[in-house]
Structures are given as structure tokens and as C-alpha cells.
């Protein structure tokens, strides 16, 4: 994790972070995520993405409920106002009136309690969005899936690590305009 961070905030050097008025981190909810953040993003105010919240909030309720079971998705969706407001404090006291009956099931909404808790600044949805923040990563995602998944995910590739990084970075290159620059570089050794 060590290169990643210091290759991100090197790219977001180059990309106008010292001039920016405010740094976002958009994670979901990883600690490494953090981490990184904290080290080389500090002062970054940090959000979970909404959507991996969702996730965790839908899988405690399967796990009270039965995968199958309505009550799980009503459950979710009696919650799921609650955490887009932002309202931490009352998904984790439903959270804890949640009975699974397996040690299975009980360990997976105590892990969900500890990540609201432990994400709870990070999930300020409605205080976010007063401010015009995104919530989400899904733009995020999309761009990651448009740059690199379209190039190295077609019909019949396989890569190896070396030859998929080495792609990723031409790939890279390309579509923020640096493909001249990249050459020339290389064409000076």
C-alpha cells in the first residue's frame, strides 16, 4: 500500500491538489483506505460510499432475517432513510435490537455494528450533500471500468502482472492526454 499512496498523491500533485479549496477521499470503508488517506491526504474529509454502506446494512438484515426472507428487505428499507440522513446513531441501535439465531449470523451484524461505528464520521450523507458532495463512488468505478477494464478485460486477453500494469499505465497515459510526453521521455534515455 506503501507505492499505491505514494503514486496517488503523486498523481494528485500533478492533478491540482495543493490549489484545491477542500480534498475529498471517497472509500468503502476499508482501513487501509483510511490509512492512506490520513498519510498522504491529511485533513481530507473522508466519505464512505453510500452504496457499500447499503451493502453492509442489507447484510446484517439477511443475516437477522433469512437471505430470503421479506422481513430482510423491509428491514432495509425501514433503515436505509435513517443512513442516507445520516443518522448513524439510530442504524446502529437497530442494528443491536437485531436476534440472529446463529453464531454465523450474530458475528456478521456485530462486524456491521463496528463498521457504522467505526465509519460513523464518514457517513454524514445529508451534511455531505448540503455541501455538494458526492456519496458515492459510482462515477468513480465507472471511470476505473471505462480506462482499464475496457482495454484489459476483452474477449480471450490474459496478462500477466508486469504486462497488465504495463498496459494500464500506456492506457493511463492516453486518455489524460500524456501519450506524447510518455514517448518523448522514454525516446531521451
Known amino acids: 500500500m506503501e507505492e499505491f499512496g505514494r503514486r496517488i498523491y503523486a498523481e494528485a500533485v500533478r ?14 470503508g476499508a482501513p487501509w483506505i483510511w490509512n492512506v ?10 466519505i464512505v460510499d453510500l452504496y457499500h454502506a ?11 432475517f433469512g437471505a430470503l426472507n421479506p422481513k430482510s ?3 432495509l428499507y ?17 442494528l443491536k435490537r437485531l436476534r440472529p439465531s446463529g453464531f454465523e449470523e450474530m458475528e ?11 465509519n460513523r464520521e464518514r457517513m454524514r450523507y445529508q451534511e455531505f450533500r448540503n455541501r455538494g458532495l458526492f456519496i458515492g463512488s459510482g462515477v468513480i468505478e465507472a471511470g ?20 497488465a500494469n504495463s498496459i494500464i499505465a500506456l492506457r493511463c497515459c492516453q486518455m489524460n492526454g500524456r501519450w506524447e510526453s510518455y514517448w518523448e521521455a522514454r525516446a531521451a534515455r
Request: with cysteine.
Open 144 to 163: 476505473c471500468k471505462t480506462v482499464i477494464g475496457r482495454r484489459v478485460k476483452q474477449s480471450g486477453m490474459r496478462w500477466t502482472l508486469n504486462g
Open 73 to 75: 428487505l423491509q428491514w
Open 108 to 118: 456478521v451484524v456485530r462486524k456491521a455494528i463496528e463498521y457504522f461505528k467505526r
Open 37 to 46: 488517506a490520513a498519510k498522504h491526504f491529511w485533513g481530507a474529509t473522508q
Open 15 to 28: 492533478r491540482g491538489l495543493r490549489e484545491a479549496n477542500e480534498v475529498i477521499v471517497i472509500g468503502d
Open 54 to 64: 447499503l451493502e453492509h446494512l442489507a447484510e446484517a438484515g439477511k443475516a437477522a
Open 78 to 94: 425501514a433503515h436505509r432513510e435513517d443512513m442516507k440522513n445520516g443518522d448513524i446513531k439510530a442504524v446502529v441501535r437497530s
